[in-house]
Nanobody, 123 residues
């Protein structure tokens, strides 16, 4: 069974930075895609960024492009989300997710999810 554990959330002022981590276990990851989604109160879950585990493929939501960077550490089975120039509208519960197959922005395509880590950006 795949387990995903997020960490790194917190409270930060607008313009600041945070780095989220997602530790993955329970499987050897090769032909998989890892993604970050977020959900603010009253809103639907929203795609943020994704990468292909074994290939140099990344994709970002337009709202975070140029500010957020997704990366991975194969040795640690960990995916990161570096978030810079944070805005109050980035406030949300951030989830990581994994699926077998290619990168997609659709939450329903992902098989396993973490419990989420809260990011709050104050103005």
């Amino acid at each position: 069974q795949v387990q995903l554990v997020e960490s790194g959330g917190g409270l930060v002022q607008a313009g600041g930075s945070l780095r989220l981590s997602c530790g993955a276990s329970g499987r050897t990851f090769s032909n998989h895609a890892m993604a970050w989604f977020r959900q603010a109160p009253g809103n639907e879950r929203e795609f943020v960024a994704a990468l292909a585990w074994g290939r140099r493929i990344t994709t970002y939501a337009d709202s975070v492009k140029g500010r957020f960077t997704i990366s991975r550490d194969n040795a640690k089975n960990t995916v990161y989300l570096q978030m810079d120039s944070l805005k109050p509208e980035d406030t949300a519960l951030y989830y990581c997710a994994v699926r077998t197959g290619g990168v997609t922005i659709y939450a329903s395509a992902y098989d396993f999810w973490g419990q989420g880590t809260q990011v709050t950006v104050s103005s």
